[in-house]
C-alpha cells in the first residue's frame, strides 16, 4: 500500500507570495493533519481535517488556512508568506474508524520543505 | 493545555551502550503516548505506543512504559546500533472519547548519534 504522498517537496517563495501545499493520504485513511517542523518551535500542530470538515485548529493565524476533498486528499494554503514561515510542512493520515484505537495513529509523508526569502 | 517535555539532547552513545532517552508529560484528559523517529531527510515513523497506564510498547528492540503515576513515558534500548542514529519525538494525543485523536501534542525531540 503507498504511504502518505505529499507535493511538492521543496518550494522557494518569496515574502508576500501564497503557497499551496498538497497532501495525499494512505488509501482508505479519512482524517489528515498537517504539522510545522522549524528547528526553533519543533513539531507544531496546524489544523485536522475529516470527513471535508476541520475538526481541531492549531494556534496558527488566519494566514494558514486547509482543506480536505471528497477522496481525502488535503491542500493546506499559506497567504502573505513571512520569513518565519520557512519550515517542513508535514502532513499525516489516519484511518480513523471509531472504537478501533489502532486506526488513530498517526502516519506520516515525508514532508514539504518551504523557504520564503 | 497539554505538553511533553523530552530530556535534553544531544545524546551521543557507542555502539551497543544502553539507552534512555526520558519523556514527561502533563495532559488534561488520558492521553495516548507515542515515540516517533526521524531520520535525516524524511519524516516521522512511529516506533511505538502505549495507550492506558502501564503499557508497554515495544519496536525494534525499543521499549517504553505508560507511567501515569509519574506521567512518564521513557524511550529504553538495551544495545543501540549505528543505525538507531535519528531524532526521537515523544508524542500525545487525547483520547477517551474526545474529537483529538487527529492531533499530536510532539516533545521537543532528541538527537540520538551512535558512533562505531
Known amino acids: 500500500k503507498a504511504g502518505v504522498t505529499q507535493t511538492p517537496r521543496y518550494l522557494i517563495k518569496t515574502r508576500g507570495q501564497q503557497v499551496t501545499l498538497s497532501c495525499s493520504p494512505i488509501s482508505g485513511h479519512r482524517s489528515v493533519s498537517w504539522y510545522q517542523q522549524t528547528p526553533g518551535q519543533g513539531l507544531q500542530f496546524l489544523f485536522e481535517?475529516?470527513?471535508?470538515?476541520?475538526?481541531n485548529k492549531g494556534n496558527f493565524p488566519g494566514r494558514f488556512s486547509g482543506r480536505q476533498f471528497s477522496n481525502s486528499r488535503s491542500e493546506m494554503n499559506v497567504s502573505t508568506l513571512e520569513l518565519g514561515d520557512s519550515a517542513l510542512y508535514l502532513c499525516?493520515?489516519?484511518?480513523?474508524?471509531?472504537?478501533?484505537?489502532?486506526?488513530?495513529?498517526?502516519?506520516f509523508g515525508p514532508g514539504t520543505r518551504l523557504t520564503v526569502t | 493545555g497539554n505538553s511533553v517535555t523530552q530530556m535534553e539532547g544531544p545524546v551521543t552513545l557507542s555502539e551497543e551502550a544502553f539507552l534512555t532517552i526520558n519523556c514527561t508529560y502533563t495532559a488534561t484528559g488520558y492521553p495516548s503516548l507515542f515515540w516517533y523517529v526521524q531520520y535525516p531527510g524524511e519524516g516521522l515513523q512511529l516506533l511505538l505506543k502505549a495507550t492506558k497506564a502501564d503499557d508497554k510498547g515495544s519496536n525494534k528492540g525499543f521499549e517504553a512504559t505508560y507511567r501515569k503515576e509519574t506521567t512518564s513515558f521513557h524511550l529504553e534500548k538495551g544495545s543501540v546500533q549505528v543505525s538507531d542514529s535519528a531524532v526521537y519525538f515523544c508524542?500525545?494525543?487525547?483520547?477517551?472519547?474526545?474529537?483529538?485523536?487527529?492531533?499530536?501534542?510532539f516533545g521537543q525531540g532528541t538527537i540520538l548519534t551512535v558512533h562505531p
Open positions: 481535517y475529516f470527513s471535508e470538515t476541520q475538526r
Open positions: 499525516a493520515s489516519s484511518l480513523d474508524l471509531s472504537g478501533t484505537l489502532k486506526s488513530y495513529e498517526q502516519y
Open positions: 508524542a500525545l494525543s487525547e483520547s477517551a472519547g474526545g474529537t483529538s485523536y487527529g492531533k499530536l501534542t
